[in-house]
Nanobody, 123 residues
């Protein structure tokens, strides 16, 4: 399985911004769709955003459209999630995962789950 390492979370006031980073160290193929999920206690983990391996196609959950932007870095298998206009309901642990196809990623990915990175948005 592909392993993922997330970083960039933190505490921010409502309306603020954060940028999350995800890497898949050790995986050297350039064929991964990668993306972000989030989990809040008492809820199921939900898909947030994904990007295909070429960086040409993206998918977003309705709750984050227009506020979050996913992009691929020049470094192999590294993606960012720029989160703007953050809301208290965005508070969650954010996880990264990957899959060969973007549609497969949106259903939950096929890699292993990392430790995630905590995002807390205060009102």
């Amino acid at each position: 399985q592909v392993h993922h390492v997330e970083s960039g979370g933190g505490l921010v006031q409502a309306g603020g911004s954060l940028r999350l980073s995800c890497a898949a160290p050790g995986y050297t193929e350039s064929n991964l769709s990668m993306g972000w999920f989030r989990h809040t206690p008492g809820k199921e983990r939900e898909f947030v955003a994904g990007i295909d391996w070429r960086g040409e196609r993206t998918l977003y959950a309705d709750a984050v459209k227009g506020r979050f932007t996913i992009s691929r870095a020049d470094a192999l298998n590294t993606v960012y999630l720029q989160m703007n206009a953050l809301k208290p309901e965005d508070t969650a642990v954010y996880y990264c995962n990957s899959a060969g196809r973007l549609t497969t990623l949106a259903r939950g990915g096929t890699g292993s789950w990392g430790q995630g990175t905590q995002v807390v948005v205060s009102s």
